[in-house]
T-cell receptor, first 113, second 114 residues
């Protein structure tokens, strides 16, 4: 069965610190990869996505993610976080051609001013 | 486009009552998903529809839960009878072309069963 692992449950950073959130998945076929962000009290919003091509994907608000196929990973990064990045971040994986996505359990990011 | 619209935003009900949550997907999207989010269990897929047909309802917790999609622009999730452990935020999401293109989520319905 497919699974998505986000090993960091809660990350606390000071403003301007660099961020990297881990995401690993277990599926050997062709996948589509996503990061969603959920700000406090709000719904999930798409941050960035990878379908094919350049494994380094740039998203909104300065976020980027790198797909490393050999490691089954799609880690999210941001060079300098802001207080407004405080949110929960979800990694999701979809099998190409399938209808549904598999979500990780989420990583809560708290940025201290 | 108004996005995925869910109603109500908040629902407080007594144990044993019937609860109906509503969702209007983005026009033209052919897949619709119902998720439940709790602190303990995170984001759980309950059921999803493709072209109004239920494809996978294995995530529906028990017979008290049912979902319908009578047409391409409307879906309901019903809980009857409701129990306190059903308290959660219920999200609806829609997509065009399946998972490959990602989902657009609605704002969710926060359900509290007392």
């Amino acid at each position: 069965a497919q699974s998505v692992s986000q090993h960091n449950h809660h990350v606390i950073l000071s403003e301007a610190a660099s961020l990297e959130l881990g995401c690993n998945y277990s599926y050997g076929g062709t996948v589509n990869l996503f990061w969603y962000v959920q700000y406090p009290g709000q719904h999930l919003q798409l941050l960035l996505k990878y379908f094919s091509g350049d494994p380094l994907v740039k998203g909104i608000k300065g976020f980027e993610a790198e797909f490393i196929k050999s490691k089954f990973s799609f880690n999210l990064r941001k060079p300098s976080v802001q207080w407004s990045d405080t949110a929960e971040y979800f990694c999701a994986v979809g099998q190409t051609g399938a209808n549904n996505l598999f979500f990780g359990t989420g990583t809560r990011l708290t940025v201290i001013p | 486009d108004a996005g995925v619209i869910q109603s109500p935003r908040h629902e407080v009900t007594e144990m044993g009552q019937e609860v109906t949550l509503r969702c209007k997907p983005i026009s033209g999207h052919n897949s619709l998903f119902w998720y439940r989010q709790t602190m303990m269990r995170g984001l759980e897929l309950l059921i999803y529809f493709n072209n109004n047909v239920p494809i996978d309802d294995s995530g529906m917790p028990e017979d008290r839960f049912s979902a319908k999609m009578p047409n391409a622009s409307f879906s309901t999730l019903k809980i009857q009878p409701s129990e306190p452990r059903d308290s959660a935020v219920y999200f609806c999401a829609s997509s065009l072309g399946g998972a490959a293109y990602g989902y657009t989520f609605g704002s969710g319905t926060r359900l509290t069963v007392v």
